[in-house]
């Protein structure tokens, strides 16, 4: 997502850094590109003005003009302003105090509401509340089954509607049950609407009222621009909303939803999905979603999903055989299997700053998505021996991890000498390390005679 802002968003920047010195004209020129670049991310107008007049009052200043790094304070001042529409602090986890806690979902048909409900259960479950998953869609065709799913794939339990029982009595009966059974959280999966309908409207007010929800999200799908934000309005007339729940924010949307939403409705963004596993659902920050809009990248964001969903130890073993130059085509299997437990490659790649190469990587994440599949297919399709030392591969053997593996010969190949190249860089790091602690008579001693090489 936002890649075309990003793009033309550091553009600007090159051009005002490449000044020597900025004037009140340049500024002008820049504030003109950022206004076409977020109109064309169909930002909602009025947040673009209010935006850019901001930036104007901070920007065309004395105290930037003069300084002696302009363009980096021009590109400061537009990254705090895009926190501030975005909403300025970062969210905070649901109010889930109540015994038990109700939490209603709302939405537009297809912005992802069920999914997201499962998703919001599972990350509610690791952090120790017990949550439970209420069926109360009863408009569309299998929509009980499709939560029933889902709560299956997170493992947490499910109250389906009993034959010719209300949106109402299973909302009341939801909260009785919740409490016999020691669930502390109950979340309801209301009916999508394909549009605004007031008869369906007046059900989900009533249904807010039966079961006094502490928590209403509006989930909007991010790919559907100004919709999701009109849409959001309407509901915000009938429910009082205490949050949206931006959803497929991996997705290639422009981005206006996400910048117009909070402003628009003045109802703040509290989780943002951005995957398409259970535990792709984070709390939104404004400041980081900021940075990732200008390709700055969010690397904090990168830090505590590996912290989540890497094995330390595995790391930490993995990093010990390469400073022994130890790496095997095994071990690079293991270094990818950790690498995609960080979820798809592109959205990993879009947390790091966008600069040279890494920019190329992100734009072809999904064929690189699937070369990683087709590397680690061929090193399953290689015996133990061959993973360990791939100087046992023959033309005659390649042959048959080719044919294991559904690649070519020449894959197999390029893989090797890959492996190999990674392998000369480790032990030129290591040298390099070496030489700077013991000086150049150190590259003269065996490597035994220093700890752990």
């Known amino acids: ?161 009993k034959a010719g029982e209300t949106v109402l009595e299973l909302g009341r009966r939801a909260v009785r049950e919740a409490r016999d059974r020691g669930r502390d959280v109950v979340i309801v999966d209301t009916a999508g609407r394909l549009h605004i309908d007031e008869a369906l409207m007046a059900e989900i007010a009533e249904l807010a009222k039966a079961v006094d929800p502490d928590e209403i999200l509006y989930v909007a799908d991010a790919m559907t621009g100004q919709d999701a934000v009109r849409s959001a309005q309407e509901f915000g007339r009938v429910l009082p909303l205490t949050g949206v729940l931006l959803t497929k924010l991996d997705g290639d949307s422009r981005g206006g939803a996400a910048l117009s939403v909070r402003a628009v409705t003045e109802v703040p963004i509290r989780y943002v999905g951005v995957g398409e596993k259970p535990g792709d659902l984070e709390l939104f920050s404004p400041e980081r979603m900021a940075s990732r809009i200008l390709g700055m990248g969010d690397v904090l964001a990168l830090i505590e999903k590996a912290q989540e969903t890497v094995d330390a130890k595995e790391a930490q073993r993995l990093a010990d055989r390469l400073g022994r130059n130890e790496f095997t085509l095994e071990d690079l299997r293991d270094q990818l299997r950790q690498l995609r437990r960080l979820g798809p490659l592109k959205s990993v790649l879009e947390m790091l700053p966008k600069m040279g190469a890494l920019k190329e990587m992100a734009k072809a994440g999904d064929a690189d998505e699937k070369r990683l599949t087709r590397i680690e297919a061929i090193i399953n399709s290689m015996t133990l021996a061959e993973r360990r030392n791939p100087g046992l591969l023959n033309a005659s053997r390649k042959r048959r991890v080719a044919k294991g593996s559904g690649t070519s010969v020449q894959e197999i190949n390029q893989l090797i000498k890959q492996h190999l190249q990674m392998k000369r860089m480790m032990k030129g790091v290591k040298r390099g390390f070496l030489q700077k602690a013991f000086g150049k008579s150190a590259m003269k001693l065996p490597a035994g005679r220093f700890p752990g090489m």
């Open 1 to 161: 997502m936002f890649e075309g802002l990003q793009d033309k968003f550091q553009e600007v920047f090159r051009r005002l850094k490449g000044e020597g010195k900025i004037t009140e004209e340049h500024l002008a020129a820049a504030l003109k590109q950022i206004r076409l670049a977020l109109l064309e991310a169909d930002v909602h107008f009025r947040v673009v003005k209010e935006l850019l007049a901001r930036v104007e009052a901070k920007a065309i200043g004395e105290k930037v003009l003069e300084s002696l790094s302009p363009a980096q304070q021009v590109i400061k001042i537009v990254r705090d302003e895009l926190a501030v529409t975005l909403g300025g602090e970062d969210a905070k986890e649901l109010r889930v105090d109540g015994a038990p806690a109700v939490v209603l979902m709302c939405g537009l048909q297809g912005s992802g509401k069920t999914t997201t409900s499962g998703k919001l259960a599972k990350r509610l479950a690791s952090r120790g509340r017990y949550p439970l998953l209420v069926a109360a869609d009863l408009q569309r065709a299998a929509a009980v089954e499709q939560l029933v799913q889902v709560g299956r794939g997170v493992e947490i339990p499910v109250l389906e509607p």
